[in-house]
C-alpha cells in the first residue's frame, strides 16, 4: 500500500513549539561610513520546532509510524501553530479569496459569510488558503476597517509570508485550525523511550514548496 502525502498528523498537545519565518536578505555595508544596502529575496519560509509530551507505547504507536510512513524527507505533512488553531476574531460561515491573487501579493481580499461583522478577523490569525498538497499557512498583519467587513461581507487584509502561488477567485480560506504543507529537515527521524516505556519526541521542519 502506497503512502499518500501529505500525511495528517495523528492527534496531539505539546509541550513546546518554536515557530519563526526564515527569510534570506542580504546587507553589505560600507566599512568608512556605514552607510548600508539591503536586498530581499523572494525566500520567506515557515519553520517550526515541535516537542510532544511523554507517551506511553499506545499512544506513542501513532507516531513512530507517522515518522516511518514519511520516508525521511521525501513525504509531507499537514501542520499549522497548536496553540493558534481558533482565530481571535468573531468569524463564522465560509470565507474565500475575492478576485485572483498573484504570487507575491500581500494584499487579499476575503469573501466571508458575515455581511456586517465586527472584528472578524484580528491581527495574528492564521488562514490556510487552498487545501492538500496546496495548502499555503500565512498570518494575517494588518486589517483595513479594524477587521469589520462591509454590508456586502468583504475583508482586505496583509498576509505574511507573501502569495507563493497564483490563486483564483474564489480560493477556499480556512481559519479554524488552518494548516500549510511541510517536510522534516532530518531524514533520520527517530525517538527516544525510557524504561518505564516513556517515548518522547520532537521534530523540526520547514515549509515545503
Not at 25 to 40: K, L, M, N, R, Y
Not at 44 to 54: F, M
Not at 132 to 138: E, I, N, P, R, V
Not at 174 to 179: D, S
Request: some cysteine; charged content about 20%; proline content about 5%.
Amino acid at each position: 500500500m502506497a503512502h499518500s502525502y501529505p500525511l495528517l498528523l495523528p492527534s496531539y498537545s505539546f509541550t513546546d513549539s518554536n515557530w519563526k519565518l526564515k527569510r534570506a536578505i542580504a546587507v553589505s555595508e560600507s566599512p568608512f561610513t556605514g552607510a548600508q544596502q539591503v536586498h530581499e529575496y523572494d525566500l520567506a519560509l515557515w519553520q517550526a520546532v515541535i516537542t510532544l509530551p511523554p507517551q506511553r507505547r499506545a499512544g506513542a504507536a501513532e507516531w513512530t509510524a507517522f515518522m516511518l510512513k514519511l520516508h525521511g524527507r521525501a513525504g509531507t505533512f499537514l501542520l499549522g501553530d497548536p496553540d493558534a488553531k481558533l482565530p481571535q476574531g468573531s468569524i463564522t460561515g465560509n470565507v474565500s479569496v475575492r478576485g485572483d491573487v498573484a504570487v507575491g501579493q500581500h494584499e487579499i481580499e476575503l469573501q466571508t459569510s458575515v455581511l456586517s461583522g465586527t472584528a472578524v478577523f484580528k491581527v495574528g490569525d492564521y488562514i490556510q488558503l487552498d487545501e492538500g498538497g496546496s495548502a499555503k499557512l500565512h498570518m494575517i498583519v494588518e486589517i483595513d476597517s479594524n477587521g469589520d467587513t462591509d454590508g456586502n461581507g468583504r475583508l482586505v487584509v496583509s498576509i505574511e509570508p507573501y502569495a507563493k502561488v497564483a490563486m483564483p477567485s474564489g480560493t477556499s480560506v480556512i481559519y479554524e485550525n488552518p494548516r500549510g504543507l511541510f517536510r522534516m529537515d532530518n531524514s533520520a527521524l527517530g525517538w527516544d523511550a525510557d524504561y518505564v516505556s516513556r517515548y518522547g519526541f520532537s521534530f523540526s521542519c520547514t515549509e515545503a514548496i
